[in-house]
């Protein structure tokens, strides 16, 4: 049996989408969907992954429970995929909770811990047990021993070890977390407290089999669809560093799909850096040390779950998804607004607000694109309604933020931005110091965002971050600055 790859995992998360797509198009939706996983291994087929047929089976068939956007821990083992598809049709509203968890894929990892090699030489110096603060390490019989009831896991003794002889096993989703929201349960299998989750969707991309899955509303917005609703598409400012092509070929491309319209999130970011801005003056104005952006809906999700003593200084400036999907429903109250995300965190916001009704991933688009064999390069050209400006379209990019604020401040008050590129367990201990002493030394406007590289390197993208940047820079080089 061999270890799926992140990228053999997300190929066979697209091929699932796409052949979902195709049986909602098809006249048979529910059968079609009840024969993917014997389409996609028939019998007597190769068996790449694991170590039968069957099993492989009922992995692909849990993956597309996830597809339909239903909760595999919900679904009975004896529930045919043609029920569940029905069960996903009469769906009035995503799922609240936009993660799964695949108890069939799930590896069942060795705890994870801090353990001697046999490369220990029992050196005389003993670095290890004067690294150890909680007394867990000590040599015996000339070899280092930890005591597991006293060990933290802190991994100080395998950094002093000369010989590298002490390892860490780490279990990759949890140790991805920046929030300890996923552990194993009695089984010994991955499950995520809700209660703790702040949708990053870190354990998505860190586990190598795959068994974190996001559940997609693509269902959800094809049956609007088809309804004959007038349809928006919403797409986040990093979605013009994904695919090979211009931003208005993207545009075409995308109302082929049978969007009414196309919107640019970006429109709704001229409105966030205005109003950022101005609230950064009026804090500073009134005496606050510092303020944090409000952007990154992972961030917010932490606030509200864990750091809640940050409330103060974040700012209370709404997000361009909000800005923008509070245009379009103004303009049109009856459309329906689809947000294209690069992240799973904006899942969770759009449940919390009700002008955003629905949120697609950039891998769901691209396997839309192929489903319906849409070339966007070969596209022609369509244009926006308003061309948004080079900051705004900046904001998929880490200090984005914080250099759209300061664009628009005079000299003597502009902002020292501090910037935190991903959260992690070091940076969110970081915040919350600065929170409890009421001042970060190192800048007075803090910019968050949960993924390292800003939302381009968001969980939910298909590009290549170095790539992405250049394609990005390119369609920001040419837009025109945000007027002062």
Request: charged letters at 25%; one cysteine or more; glycine letters at 6%.
């Amino acid at each position: 049996m061999s270890m799926n790859t992140p990228k053999q995992t997300s190929h066979l998360k697209r091929e699932i989408l796409v052949r979902l797509i195709r049986a909602y198009l098809s006249d048979n939706f529910e059968e079609n969907t009840r024969k993917i996983p014997y389409d996609m291994r028939p019998k007597g087929s190769e068996v790449p992954f694991r170590c039968c047929i069957h099993k492989e089976r009922a992995i692909l068939r849990d993956r597309v429970i996830a597809g339909l956007g239903l909760s595999i821990e919900e679904a009975e083992d004896s529930e045919l995929l043609s029920e569940l598809a029905s069960k996903a049709l009469e769906r009035t509203e995503p799922e609240e909770n936009p993660l799964t968890v695949l108890h069939t894929a799930c590896q069942g990892c060795v705890p994870s811990r801090i353990y001697v090699t046999d490369l220990c030489q029992g050196c005389v110096a003993r670095p290890c047990e004067s690294a150890c603060k909680f007394g867990a390490i000590k040599v015996e019989n000339g070899k280092s021993v930890i005591d597991p009831s006293k060990c933290k896991n802190c991994g100080m003794c395998a950094q002093v070890c000369p010989y590298q002889a002490i390892a860490k096993i780490i279990v990759p989703c949890e140790n991805a977390c920046p929030v300890g929201a996923i552990a194993k349960d009695e089984n010994g299998l991955a499950q995520i407290d809700f209660e703790k989750c702040i949708s990053c969707g870190k354990c998505v991309h860190a586990c190598p089999f795959g068994a974190v899955h996001k559940k997609s509303q693509i269902i959800d917005i094809l049956k609007v669809m088809k309804e004959g609703k007038k349809v928006v598409a919403m797409p986040a400012p990093a979605i013009m560093g994904q695919l090979p092509c211009t931003p208005k070929q993207l545009k075409t491309a995308i109302l082929e799909l049978g969007f009414s319209d196309v919107i640019e999130v970006a429109e709704g970011a001229d409105i966030t850096t205005r109003n950022e801005a101005a609230e950064f003056v009026e804090r500073m104005e009134k005496g606050d040390k510092f303020m944090t952006t409000s952007c990154c809906a992972g961030y917010n999700e932490l606030v509200e779950k864990h750091v809640p003593e940050l409330k103060p200084f974040r700012s209370e400036t709404k997000t361009p998804a909000y800005y923008t999907a509070e245009m379009v429903k103004k303009e049109n109250p009856d459309a329906v607004t689809v947000f294209f995300s690069p992240c799973v965190a904006k899942r969770r916001e759009a449940m919390q607000n009700p002008n955003i009704d629905y949120v697609l991933s950039f891998e769901e688009l691209g396997a839309w694109f192929i489903a319906l064999n849409v070339q966007v390069a070969e596209c022609d050209e369509t244009a926006f309604r308003k061309e948004s400006s080079a900051q705004a379209r900046n904001f998929a990019v880490t200090a984005g933020v914080a250099n759209a604020v300061n664009h628009l401040l005079d000299d003597d008050k502009k902002a020292t931005p501090y910037i935190v590129d991903g959260l992690n367990k070091q940076s969110i201990r970081d915040l919350k110091k600065f929170a409890k002493n009421g001042v970060c030394e190192l800048g007075n406007l803090i910019e968050v965002m949960a993924c390292p590289g800003g939302c381009l390197g968001g969980t939910n993208t298909i590009n290549a971050y170095k790539p992405a940047v250049k394609q990005l820079t390119n369609y920001v080089n040419e837009s025109p600055d945000l007027e002062k």
